[in-house]
């Protein structure tokens, strides 16, 4: 059975175009650009169903970044032109293309880049985590990036929100808190309290890219963008974890090492998740040492 690409190649090379659409004086157009034309519209139409599917998957996700609307779905349909798709791969993409070694070009940019800040006291790892992954819709929807299954209830959203502000609070001189720049009002964030006119603080990495001083933020399903050094972004998403942003590593706008962590389910996966949080303040601040505050 000829293809359908075939079939098309033989439709449109027998095509002749109607006798008056060769009238200068009706349609001063090629014949080339005429078939463009008449093909244009059913070309639109059989795509039209696959955009509004597209379309309300995004409005689904809730707001986050770009407008919740139509227009902020076409905002970032473009980003899809260059977004990355491997987000869970391992080894990732900056090991695989040097045969599993270290990209220099990469890791030079990352400072302690190879440094661990997910190990606790007394050699404790970091574990696997239970079961599967959830769902997290990629493709053609870039931004904003949000799992739809296994979210966390509101009461656990907002344990996760207090303990953000609780640990900008206990380390005044190094972050502090605010609405996400990357999301907008209603994401909570910690940010690097960046050192300027001679007050205490930390000077922003390059690596940060647009993220610029905002390290970590929570979003309304319980699901967190924090950007942690590559080894241990590395390990969250070998093990179950975090998967990587579409934008991460791409032409220096996130972090190869700006990870999306999955909400926790349970006591167990928040105390994970603190973690996580902690070893991104530490590593983006240049190694701090970050007080953590326990839980009222």
């Known amino acids: 059975m000829p293809s359908i690409f075939h079939t098309l190649t033989e439709t449109l090379t027998r095509f002749r175009t109607p006798s008056f659409l060769h009238s200068r004086t009706l349609l001063p157009f090629s014949q080339p650009l005429t078939v463009v034309l008449l093909l244009l519209p059913p070309a639109i139409l059989a795509l039209l169903p696959s955009v509004l599917q597209s379309y309300r998957a995004y409005l689904a996700l809730g707001p986050g970044g770009v407008p919740h609307n139509f227009f902020g779905f076409l905002l970032q349909y473009p980003l899809s032109v260059i977004a990355r798709r491997d987000l869970r791969a391992v080894p990732p993409p900056y090991r695989r293309s040097h045969g599993g070694g270290d990209d220099d070009s990469v890791t030079r940019q990352y400072g302690r880049w190879d440094a661990s800040f997910l190990v606790l006291g007394g050699g404790v ?4 985590r239970r079961g599967d992954r959830p769902s997290v819709p990629g493709f053609p929807i870039v931004a904003p990036q949000r799992q739809t299954s296994m979210q966390a209830s ?39 309290r960046e050192n300027g006119n001679g007050e205490e603080g930390v000077k922003v990495p390059e690596f940060m890219g647009i993220a610029k001083a905002e390290i970590v933020h929570v979003h309304g399903e319980g699901s967190t963008h924090v950007t942690v050094s590559l080894v241990d972004g590395e390990e969250a998403v070998a093990k179950g974890w975090a998967e990587r942003h579409p934008l991460s590593g791409v032409r220096n ?4 090492s700006y990870i999306m962590v999955y909400a926790p389910r349970d006591d167990e996966e928040y105390e994970v998740w603190k973690r996580f949080v902690v070893a991104g303040c530490r590593f983006v601040s240049g190694g701090k040492e970050i007080a953590v505050q326990q839980d009222e």
């Not at 790892?125 to 696997?128: D, G, Q």
């Open 125 to 128: 790892l970091l574990p696997p």
């Open 154 to 192: 509101p009461g656990m959203v907002g344990r996760m929100r207090r303990f953000l502000c609780r640990l900008a609070e206990a380390n005044p001189g190094v972050l502090r808190t605010g609405p996400s720049e990357l999301e907008g009002v209603g994401s909570e964030a910690i940010f690097l």
């Open 253 to 256: 706008m996130l972090p190869w």
